[in-house]
C-alpha cells in the first residue's frame, strides 16, 4: 500500500513539473493564451501571470516529491486544479476547441481533453490527501518556498523589453542572402502566415511597396507558419514580397506585443519604434 501511494505521489508531483517546464521553455505562447482566454487584459499583465503560475506549478511540484505536509500541498494542488477546471468547464461551455495551453504548446489539448487530465489528477490528489498524515506546523515553511520558486521565475525568465530586442543573429535572409541589421535604417515586420492581420497589413504594405518601388524602405520579415499557409501562400494572398527568415513560435511570441503583426523600426541595429497597427502609415511618414 505504501508503495501504491509513494508512485502515485511522484506520478501527481511529476505531472505539477511537467507543466511548468513546458510552460517554461515558451512563456510567450501561454501569454498569449492568457489573453485570448479573458484572464489578461494586456501582455505586461499576462507575462507577470504567467511566471506566477509557472512558479506555482514548480512549488508544488518540488514539494509534492518529499513527503513533507503532503496534506497541505496537496490540498493547494486540489484547488488549483478545481480553478483550473472550472476555467475549462467555461471555455468548453462557449465552444472554445483551441489548445489551453495547460502543456504549452508542447502537448495540444483541447478545453475537453484537459477536463479529463484533470479529473484524474484531481482523483488521485483527493486520494492522497485522504492518506497523508496531517501536520498542523509548516506553514511558514511551505510558504517560504514557495515565495522562492514563484519570484526566481522573474530573474530565470525576464519579461523581455520590446525596445531593447536584438536582430543581430539574423544575418540570412531569403531572396536577397546576407544582411547586415546593424549598418542604417532597416525595418523587421512579425508575422503569422496563418494571422489574417498579418495578411490584412501585408495587403497594405504590399500596395505602397508597389507605389513606391525602388523607394520603398529595406523590410524583412520574419514568418512564423501556424497552420498550412506557407510563405509562398502568403506572398500570392497578399501581394507582397519580402525577404524573409522563418522563426519558432517561442521567438514569435516574444517579439509581438498582445497579437500580431508587428513592426519594428531599427536604426543601426536598435529598436527606435515599433507598431502594432498601422504597419502601412508608419512606413509612410519615413517617407
Known sequence: MKRGILILRIAFALSFLFSAYTKFVAPGFFEITLMDQGLANSRVWASHLTRFFIGLEFGLGLLLLFPIHTKKITALALFLLT??????????GIGDTANCGCFGEMISMTPAESMLKNSILISIGAFLYLKSPKRKRGGLFLGIVFLVVIL????????????????????????????????????????????????????????????????????????????????????????????????DGNIFFDLIG??????YKLMDGKVSEFWDHGLSDALKQSY
Not at 483550473?84 to 468547464?89: A, D, P
Not at 536582430?167 to 512579425?190: C, M, P, Q
Not at 513606391?212 to 509562398?232: H, I, M
Not at 498582445?258 to 513592426?263: A, I, K, N, S, T
Request: hydrophobic residues 40%.
Open 258 to 263: 498582445e497579437h500580431p503583426p508587428r513592426l
Open 152 to 247: 526566481s521565475q522573474w530573474f530565470l525568465l525576464p519579461i523581455p523589453n520590446s525596445s531593447e530586442m536584438s536582430f543581430s543573429t539574423y544575418t540570412h535572409f531569403e531572396n536577397v542572402g546576407r544582411v547586415d541589421l546593424s549598418k542604417g535604417e532597416k525595418w523587421i515586420a512579425v508575422f503569422n502566415l496563418s494571422c489574417e492581420h498579418c495578411q490584412e497589413a501585408a495587403i497594405e504594405m504590399g500596395k505602397l511597396q508597389r507605389e513606391l518601388g525602388v523607394s520603398f524602405p529595406d523590410v524583412y520579415a520574419l514568418y512564423y507558419k501556424e497552420g498550412v499557409f506557407s510563405v509562398k501562400d502568403f506572398e500570392v494572398l497578399t501581394k507582397a514580397k519580402f525577404p524573409y527568415h522563418m522563426i
Open 83 to 92: 480553478g483550473f477546471t472550472v476555467h475549462l468547464l467555461y471555455l468548453w
